[in-house]
């Protein structure tokens, strides 16, 4: 069965940092691209970032460029979003999904290229 699992979410205040993961099982992990999307209460969901299957190609939404990171390692199966800086904007539920390849990933339509969306977990930026 195709799982993709969020971790590493929780509350932090701003100007603080969180690395989040997104762990896969049940399919090749090294031959797709993972994204990082997010959406906060009343809000449609916005792409984060997202990185192809070799690391060759990333991208990140301008809100989030300078801040945050995508990094992958494929023998844990794992895609990392480390989140420096945040901001209160940043509150959302982020969730990850898989997908043949990485392209822009701020466009409206490109969650619609994206699969086996885990459950998201929760980051408040909050003091």
Excluded at 53 to 80: L, M, P
Excluded at 100 to 107: F, G, N
Aim: with cysteine.
């Amino acid at each position: 069965q195709v799982q993709l699992v969020e971790s590493g979410g929780g509350l932090v205040q701003p100007g603080g940092s969180l690395r989040l993961a997104c762990t896969g099982s049940g399919f090749t992990f090294r031959n797709y691209a993972i994204g990082w999307f997010r959406q906060a209460p009343g809000k449609e969901r916005e792409g984060v970032s997202c990185i192809s299957s070799d690391d060759d190609s990333i991208d990140y939404a301008d809100s989030t460029k300078g801040r945050f990171t995508i990094s992958r390692d494929n023998d844990k199966k794992t895609v990392y979003l480390q989140m420096n800086s945040l901001k209160p904007e940043d509150t959302a539920l982020y969730s990850c999904a898989m997908s043949m390849m990485c392209t822009r990933v701020a466009d409206k339509s490109t969650p619609n290229y994206f699969t086996s969306w885990g459950r998201g977990t929760q980051v408040t930026v909050s003091s």
